[in-house]
């Protein structure tokens, strides 16, 4: 099982890169879209949010109120910590288990973890084969996250200060894509990227 641990910071493209690999056939198994399943309305770990953090961070209709989640925890350090110790060992739990089941039918090739969290979250190590970081300046993270999510840029920055600085990022990657251009030229460094993979994954097979 090789894998590949596709991060990066806010607005640097981290999706997107995501999709292209997914478009590459590619497995690609998203921490995030496993978060947004572990806490869909009705699990256990939504109550386990709600008796940590009060109701007020579960809309009318039960689902997570996930903007007053997070501008509750970007405020408070200790909070964050109690969520991310309540969510993180399921989401690596699920992810292990995807990976696995992809595994099973994978020839030759390789899998893609998307992580966001990487370089906050040691747990996933020791599976991990190439770090591969999705870099651009932070001026296109904050303009492109804004864009994207609807989020001003004070919440941007916010959020952009409580992750893992960009410097460690890039000092601990395997492998960088710069994505300061189009969607167009990010797809084709990803598209490069596989060609060259796939031919170390037949090697090793």
Sequence with gaps: ?????????IGSGKSEAARQFARLNVPVVDTDAIAHELTATGSALLLDIARMFGAGVINNDGSLNRATLRAHVLGNPAERIKLEQLLHPAIHDRAIEQLKDNDRTLQPGYQVLVIPLLFENNR???VINTILVIDCDENAQVSRAMSR????????KAIMAAQTSRAVRLNGADEIIENNGSIAELNDKVNKFHNKLIK???VSK
């Design 1 to 9: 099982m090789y894998i590949v641990a596709l991060t990066g910071g």
């Design 124 to 126: 996933y190590r020791s």
């Design 149 to 156: 999510s609807r989020l001003s840029e004070h919440e941007v």
């Design 200 to 202: 170390t994954c037949l």
